[in-house]
């Protein structure tokens, strides 16, 4: 990858080949929407099969060594909206937003960024849009050299302050003006207001308060409203997870980024429930394990950087979170992949006090053995071991029931996806049909993530080569996403296969005829070698294996 790429050039080619579109783009797009085409719907398919495969049907041993209990779920995006008042979205899942009132442009606080001084007892500020305040200063202070060209009073007054002072719209004090800072704009912005991010919809035909509903901004919620379910029908025994793959949607008041911060996305999630006493040996393992997993799929180990987040970034759920931060290529700091969170009790104890229902755990198996240690000394006497028993129930029971924690890991399948994207796009030389060097964009992709595993090729179409790759295609086809390819020189089918990643390209050639040999050619080292084609499939099922 690339340190830094041209974003927009890196989204034209993504659109050219078919990995990802601007969602309705005949009718000019929509803001924070987009559609996988045909390239991009095997990669994302890809990327959540494998996550499936690694995570849910055959995790890694615990810490322990054991093996781990994680089970399914698919639940409904839109469900009771008292799911969303106890897990706090309905009043807390909000940005701090300024509006401008002159031309109504709506912008997050924390991104609008002021140069403000009191010149001649007048305040004065200026403000641009920008991430953090390190990338705000310099374009504040181009924007004021800009101003004062144009003999503009702001301008100059600020030009000629002997200390400017910095501040975001969230932090900017109350007396202090607050210009707009789109380009051409001299409205003036509101305090700070929350904009809640869920999506609103009504269930039936009224369009009441009592109909309305939410768009699920998260996965995880549909895990926890039905842990109880999944308890009584599977007859889990603590520590055990439940994953979750499916759609989330959020009204984000800035998508950028190309798909990195979309209104609707995928999210892939576990919730890993365990005793309080073990919590954090399963958030270390969490953490660890999910940060291997992207390495294992191809991300350098360079380009991941596990973050803990610090106390005042913590969710208001959360007593503990690591993001897997990804260098991102369109941005100077990494940036979140996935959050790993120890979320303790909070959203079990606060769907049991909304909905009433008892979501304790009861450790069945630990009070048995300690009534078992216990009632021996009693055996004897039936009177006596009641009466113990009793006592038991009474001082010792508790300790076997209790709300279980829960650590979260939290991944976005469509900024794993964009990330794979971003690591994968290499521009390097290999030798065209004539072996002159020529530059080839090939995307590196990671044989189980790669759209099309392999592509089979007649040399020519003549002297039964064609028939021939395609029974080799046809015999691969129920087992893998292979493409048959017969038009064009080779070197150009190589390069069209480069470019949509596929690991291996099969040619069927003279000697093929004759022996029974195929030529494998490797993606990445541009190697060619020739195997019996019966051995193919084995070949393939090498690469693609997940262990
Ligand atoms: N249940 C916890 C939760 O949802 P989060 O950090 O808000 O935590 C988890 O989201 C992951 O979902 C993120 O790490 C990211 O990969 C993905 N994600 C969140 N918002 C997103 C957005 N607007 N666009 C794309 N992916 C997003």
């Not at 929509?30 to 959540?48: C, M, T």
Request: contains cysteine; glycine residues 6%; charged residues 30%.
């Amino acid at each position: 990858m690339p340190t830094k790429l041209d974003m927009a050039k890196f989204a034209k080619f993504c659109k050219d080949m078919g990995f990802v579109f601007q969602s309705s783009e005949i009718y000019g797009g929509i803001n924070g929407f987009w559609d996988y085409g045909p390239l991009g719907v095997e990669l994302k398919r890809n990327i959540k099969e494998a996550w499936w495969q690694d995570m849910v049907r055959n995790p890694p041993p615990g810490p322990d060594g054991q093996e781990i209990r994680m089970v399914g779920l698919d639940c409904s995006i839109i469900m009771n909206p008292n799911v969303w008042v106890a897990s706090g979205h309905v009043g807390g899942f909000s940005d701090p937003m300024v509006d401008c009132l002159k031309c109504k442009k709506r912008f997050r606080a924390d991104k609008v960024h002021f140069a403000c001084a009191v010149v001649d007892s007048a305040p004065h500020a200026i403000s641009v849009e920008a991430d953090n305040a390190t990338d705000a200063e310099p374009l504040l202070k181009e924007k004021i050299a800009k101003l004062d060209k144009k003999k503009h009073p702001v301008g100059r007054a600020l030009k000629a302050a002997a200390q400017l002072e910095y501040h975001s719209a969230t932090a900017l004090p109350a007396s202090w003006p607050r210009p707009c800072p789109a380009e051409d704009c001299d409205g003036t912005l509101t305090e700070p207001r929350a904009f809640n991010l869920m999506f609103e919809s009504h269930a039936g035909p009224i369009a009441s308060d009592e109909n309305k509903v939410y768009l699920r901004p998260e996965t995880a919620q549909g895990i926890f409203a039905n842990y109880k379910n999944v308890l009584d029908s599977s007859r889990l025994k603590l520590p055990f997870g439940i994953a979750q793959v499916g759609k989330a949607f959020r009204n984000e008041i800035n998508p950028r980024n190309f798909t990195f911060r979309s209104r609707e996305f995928e999210q892939m999630e576990i919730e890993f429930f365990c005793h309080p006493n073990e919590s954090r040996k399963w958030y270390e393992y969490w953490r660890d394990l999910r940060r291997q997993w992207y390495s294992r799929l191809g991300l350098k180990s360079e380009n991941l950087v596990p973050r803990e987040q610090g106390q005042e970034e913590l969710a208001h759920y959360s007593v503990g979170t690591t993001d897997i931060e990804y260098m991102f290529p369109f941005s100077d700091e990494p940036q979140e992949l996935e959050g790993v969170a120890h979320r303790g009790d909070f959203d079990l104890s606060a769907h049991s006090s909304r909905s009433g229902k008892d979501l304790k755990y009861f450790d069945e198996e630990g009070w048995n053995a300690l009534l078992q240690a216990r009632l021996e000394a009693f055996k004897d006497d039936k009177a006596k071991r009641e009466e113990e028993k009793k006592k038991l129930e009474k001082e010792e029971k508790a300790q076997f029931q209790f709300v279980p924690h829960v650590i979260e890991p939290s991944a976005g399948a469509d900024r794993f996806t964009l990330a794979v994207l971003c690591e994968a796009y290499t521009e390097d030389t290999a030798p065209d049909a004539k072996g002159n060097p020529e530059t080839r964009i090939v995307m590196k992709f990671h044989p189980r993530l790669a759209p099309i595993k392999a592509a089979i090729f007649p040399l020519v179409n003549k002297d039964g080569m064609d028939e021939e790759a395609k029974k080799l295609y046809r015999e691969l086809k129920p087992f893998f996403n292979v493409v048959y390819d017969q038009s064009g020189a080779i070197g150009r089918r190589y390069r069209r296969q480069d470019e949509a990643g596929t690991p291996f390209c099969i040619t069927v050639d003279g000697d093929t005829m004759k022996d029974g040999t195929v030529t494998i050619r490797d993606r990445d080292t541009l190697k060619q070698e020739r195997i019996p084609k019966s051995e193919v499939r084995k070949v393939l099922e090498k690469a693609l294996s997940p262990v």
